[in-house]
């Protein structure tokens, strides 16, 4: 998918925080937070890795083709922590 060189296509950048909630042996997404660039996505998910409640964080980003809805798989930018494995999305 082309990378916004058309204006039918748009990058979003995000911030995907995990926990354990108590009793579970699985993650849950906790926080879902987009930006503008990728290297505030980056510097949210490293600091809202070292938060007590957060386990993992991961920031990436996603091709969006307006026209069709269509999503690009996640390119990951970073990962911190306790993260799904990348087959899980």
Avoid: W
């Avoid at 996505?41 to 938060?51: D, G, H, S, T, W």
């Avoid at 026209?67 to 911190?80: C, D, K, T």
Wanted: net charge negative; charged share 30%.
């Amino acid at each position: 998918m082309p990378k916004d060189t058309d204006s039918a296509y748009k990058t979003h950048f995000i911030c995907q925080t995990y926990v354990m909630p108590k009793g579970s042996h699985g993650l849950k997404v906790d926080k879902l937070i987009e930006y503008s660039t990728a290297e505030a996505a980056e510097e949210r998910a490293e600091r809202e890795c070292r938060l007590q409640n957060c386990i993992g964080a991961d920031a990436y980003m996603l091709i969006e083709d307006t026209n069709s809805g269509e999503v690009s798989l996640p390119e990951f930018l970073a990962r911190h922590g306790t993260v799904p494995e990348v087959d899980a999305f």
